[in-house]
C-alpha cells in the first residue's frame, strides 16, 4: 500500500513566494523606475530569462526508461545509455551534450528507478536535491498506465497530487534549479508499432503492459475500446505534466515531443519491444536537448 505524504499549504506557500521574489528580482535588474531620472529618458527594460540553456550539472528521475532497462542485455538496467546521463558516445545524452563526457560522468546522477511510478517521484527528487543539480529531468508516467487493467491505472487526480508533490519537494530544497519535462510516450503507437513481430508478441505475454499490450493481435471492440483508454489515460496525463510544470518559471515540458514522436521498430529493445533501444534513447536525448536549449519553451 502506498502512503501519500502532502506537504502543508504553508510550505507551498512559502516556496510560491520565494519563486516570485526571485522572478521579479532577476527580470527587473532592482532599482525603483523612480530612481532613474525622467519618464521621457527611460526605456523599457528587457525581462531577462530565468531559464539557463547551458546548465553544468544534471541529475534525473524517473523509471526504468531513465535506467536504461533492457538496451544493452535482457532484464538489466544500463544507465551508461541512458537517454538523460549515460557516457555512451552512441546516445551522446543529454548531459554529453551539455558538460562533455568527462563533464557528465563528474556532474550528472541518474536517480530512476525500473519499475517507478509518479508516487515514487517524490522520493527520487528529495534524493535528487541533495545533490544540488543545475537541471534535473523528470521522465515518468508509463507505468501508471501500464498496469494490469484499465481500472488499476493511476488515476489523474493522484498523478496531479504527486507530481505536485515532487516539485514542491525540490523547491524547497533548490528553488533556483531548473526542471525538464518529458512527456509520456505513445503507448498504443508502441503496440501498432511492435506486434508486426512474432517475437514481440509472445515477449509480451509475459506481462509487459497488459493494460494496453494484452491480445496484442485481437483488433476486437473490447481489446479496441481498452487500448483507447490507456490512451486517453496517457493524454491526460501529459496534459496534467504541461500544466502542472507551466506553473513554474524554472520548468519545460516538451510540449510532448516525445508523445508525438514517431518511433519505429529501430527505436525498440529486441529484448523486449517496449523500452527504447540504444538508438531510441539517442532519439530521447536529441529531443530533450532541443528543449533545454531552445530560446524559448517549446509550444
Known sequence: MRIRSHRPRAVLAVVAAALLG???????????PSSHGSAGSRTSAKPVSLWNRSPRSVAAVGDSITRGFDACTVLSDCPEVSWA???DTGVRSLAVRL???????????????????MADLPGQMARAAGREPELVTVMVGANDACR???????????????FQDAMATLRAELPRTQVYVSSVPDLKRLWSEGRGNALGRQIWKLGI???MLADADSLGTRATLRR????????????????????????RFDGGAVFGFRFGTDQLSHWDWFHPSKDGQARLA?????VVTARRPAG
Open 148 to 162: 494490469s487493467s484499465v481500472s488499476a491505472m493511476t488515476s489523474v487526480a493522484a498523478f496531479r497530487a504527486d
Open 99 to 117: 558538460l562533455g563526457r568527462e563533464g557528465a560522468a563528474e556532474r550528472s546522477w541518474n536517480y530512476a528507478v525500473t519499475g517507478a511510478r
Open 286 to 290: 536529441e529531443l530533450a536537448y532541443r
Open 209 to 211: 503492459c497488459p493494460s
Open 228 to 251: 483507447a483508454k490507456v490512451q486517453d489515460r496517457v493524454e491526460q496525463y501529459n496534459a496534467v505534466l504541461g500544466d502542472v510544470c507551466a506553473k513554474d518559471p524554472r520548468c
Open 85 to 87: 546521463t549515460g557516457t
Open 22 to 32: 526571485v522572478a521579479g528580482c532577476d527580470a527587473s535588474g532592482g532599482g525603483s
